[in-house]
């Protein structure tokens, strides 16, 4: 089967390269020619660890290949996946200008019989306006031909994209249209061949189950975050609590760390449209306007820790800072919680210097005020506090008596509770963390 995958983004191009492994033929497609020519020359557009072996696998072996030119990719493709970005407008929706450009180009191309399935993440209703879209743009196709829509909504991680597309939790298939379904059953059928289960439902349900999952997962984090706040107002530890509700089965244990808030690419923006969308269609969303208000005010308060192990004044003081993009693995600084805390340090006076395995080129784009360093160490020279804000696995295990001779204050700040709060202290450093 051929496919093209529209937008080689996190989600475009894991899908692409995922897809070619299994077999098929995929063209992946971006208006960025620059990303393309890398991509050509086997040059990643981001970090995902794995992704540059397979991409390199698959192109070698003839069944990937990179394109600017979408109407080329469309015409030979039986699968058009819409993967592009889907940002939030000032107000909460959603900006579905990148969906619409892409629903209209392929209409203009179209030269036979499509299944066009939006891979972004998209507010219920908008597999709709993609047909209407398509259709409009028949205007300047003279083939007009039929064409079926689909919603495929991903859940991959980034950090684990590939493990996640490969060895998914689920599939989640939403189409009326019975000739789409045979299709996309037969592209998924690696994945029927593990028994991964597929649920099949209608596209507004597939739209909104991704938003589901996301919210839900939002909800986590803000819960155990107020837990945390809780528990340094009564002196309990957040992490045992967590162990402690997290065993249970029916609440599990993922998503229960206390810290900086909820960051990336997706929750952010998709919490904010799910409550935008309820409200449109009348009602309203209210725990997630409240996990929401809770995530927003987690900057202010990890801002107000540091500050007060600096004396109550960031003034000349400097901070020093490991992990910037918003988890692990991954060099995504979108919506990244070190954006506001740091940008808050810098205006109490602080200076700022920092390190992250991956994530510097993006980070100074966005943190223009940091000063990016070369190493973990060469980040805590100088600092009156550490603050460890991704916990980046290199950051588990730092040499702490060269941490302590390198900082001019023994002072750590750790958003993550990587570190023990009791042998921290007794290694000498004033040792703060998140609802312990
Ligand atoms: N990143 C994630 O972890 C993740 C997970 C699940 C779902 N999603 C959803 O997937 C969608 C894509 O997210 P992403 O993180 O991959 O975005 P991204 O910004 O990494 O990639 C999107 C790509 O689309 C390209 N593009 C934009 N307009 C185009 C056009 N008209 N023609 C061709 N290419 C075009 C951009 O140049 C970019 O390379 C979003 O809706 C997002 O919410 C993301």
């Not at 083939?143 to 060895?167: K, Q, V």
């Not at 029927?192 to 919210?215: D, G, Q, S, W």
């Not at 089965?249 to 760390?257: C, E, S, V």
Request: proline share 5%; aromatic share 8%.
């Amino acid at each position: 089967m051929n496919i093209c995958v529209i937008g080689s983004g996190y989600v475009g191009l894991v899908t692409g390269a995922c897809f070619a492994e299994f077999g098929v033929q995929v063209v992946c497609v971006d208006k960025d020619e620059k990303k393309i020519e890398g991509l050509e020359k086997g040059i990643m557009p981001i970090y995902e660890p794995g992704l540059d072996e397979l991409v390199a696998r698959n192109v070698k072996e003839g069944r990937l290949s990179f394109t600017t030119d979408t109407p080329e990719a469309v015409r030979n493709a039986l699968v058009v996946f819409i993967a592009v970005p889907t940002p939030s407008r000032p107000d909460g929706g959603t900006d579905l200008s990148f969906v619409e450009a892409v629903a209209r180009e392929v209409g203009q191309h179209m030269d036979g019989y499509k299944v066009i399935v939006t891979k972004s993440t998209v507010p219920v209703g908008t597999s709709v306006k993609v047909r209407k879209w398509i259709e409009e743009s028949f205007g300047d196709n003279p083939s007009s031909p039929r064409f079926s829509t689909a919603s495929n909504p991903e859940f991959l991680r980034e950090g684990a994209a590939i493990g996640d597309f490969m060895r998914p939790d689920r599939v989640v298939l939403g189409t009326e249209d019975v000739e789409a379904e045979a299709i996309l059953k037969d592209l998924y059928r690696p994945l029927y061949l593990n028994e991964t289960p597929v649920v099949m439902t209608n596209v507004a349900t597939a739209e909104l189950t991704k938003y589901a999952a996301n919210a839900f997962l939002a909800t986590k984090i803000s819960f155990i975050n107020e837990v945390a706040d809780l528990c340094e107002d009564v002196g309990a530890d957040v992490q045992a609590i967590a162990r402690g509700i997290g065993l249970d089965n029916r609440i599990g244990k993922k998503f229960l760390h206390a810290g900086p808030g909820f960051g990336g690419s997706c929750f952010p923006k998709d919490t904010r449209s799910l409550a935008h969308f309820a409200a449109e269609a009348g009602g309203s969303f209210e725990i997630v306007e409240a996990v929401i208000r809770v995530n927003d005010k987690r900057p202010e308060r990890m801002i107000e820790k540091i500050v007060d192990v600096l004396d109550g004044d960031a003034q000349n003081k400097t901070v020093s800072v490991l992990g910037l993009s918003f988890k692990p693995e991954t060099d995504d600084m979108r919506d990244a919680p070190s954006i506001d805390i740091l940008q808050g340090m810098i205006e109490r006076g602080a200076q700022v210097r920092a390190y992250d395995p991956q994530a510097m080129d993006e980070a100074r784009k966005v943190l223009p005020g940091v000063m990016m360093c070369e190493s973990s160490y060469e980040a805590c020279e100088g600092g009156d506090v550490l603050v460890l804000m991704t916990e980046w696995n290199q950051f588990r295990m730092l040499d702490l008596g060269r941490v302590k001779e390198l900082l001019s204050r023994p002072t750590i700040v750790d958003l993550r509770n990587v570190y023990k709060p009791d042998p921290m202290r007794k290694a000498g450093f004033t040792y703060i963390s998140v609802g312990r």
